[in-house]
């Protein structure tokens, strides 16, 4: 079995981010604590001033908690920057349970919240962003 990380993937801790364009892929491995949630959060920040938009896609098949200490500061990052959307997928009953507690933490804060869905596949991710991409640009189309 080969641990290589694939071309643009980094580990975070146990996880892993990988950039592509204006998203940013996180796998979580194990729990995710402030210390991660700190890094991915710079790299979401770096992709939104270089792009103007960034799109967040988390794949929670492996995932494990995330301490009220890190739902606080996912929260607080929301106040302070605004992602384009994002996408949870590959996650158990269990995990979307607790990514469900984070977003409504963060809509007590931030009323006016991005658009965040749950997928069950990276797939299913991909094609939801990618027609978020189209309704923006379609959007910023002059009307005829």
């Known amino acids: 079995m080969s641990t290589s ?4 993937t980094r580990p975070l801790g146990t996880h892993t981010l990988r950039i592509e364009d204006d998203v940013v892929f996180l796998v979580q491995d194990g729990d995710y604590t402030l210390d991660d949630a700190i890094k991915t959060h710079a790299e979401i920040e770096g992709v939104l001033a270089a792009k103007g ?3 967040i896609a988390v794949d929670q098949a492996r995932s494990g908690t ?5 739902r606080r500061f996912i929260a607080n990052w929301n106040k302070r920057h605004r992602a384009t959307g994002a996408v949870i997928y590959g996650g158990s009953t269990m995990s979307r ?3 469900s507690l984070v977003l409504s933490a963060i809509r007590l804060f931030q009323p006016n919240m991005p658009p965040i869905v749950f ?3 990276a797939e299913e991710a991909r094609a939801w962003i990618s027609a978020q991409r189209a309704r923006l640009f379609s959007e910023s189309q002059p009307s005829a």
């Open 5 to 8: 990380i694939p071309s643009g």
């Open 53 to 55: 938009r960034v799109f």
């Open 66 to 70: 995330t301490s009220p200490e890190v």
């Open 97 to 99: 349970a607790a990514a």
């Open 119 to 121: 997928t069950r596949t």
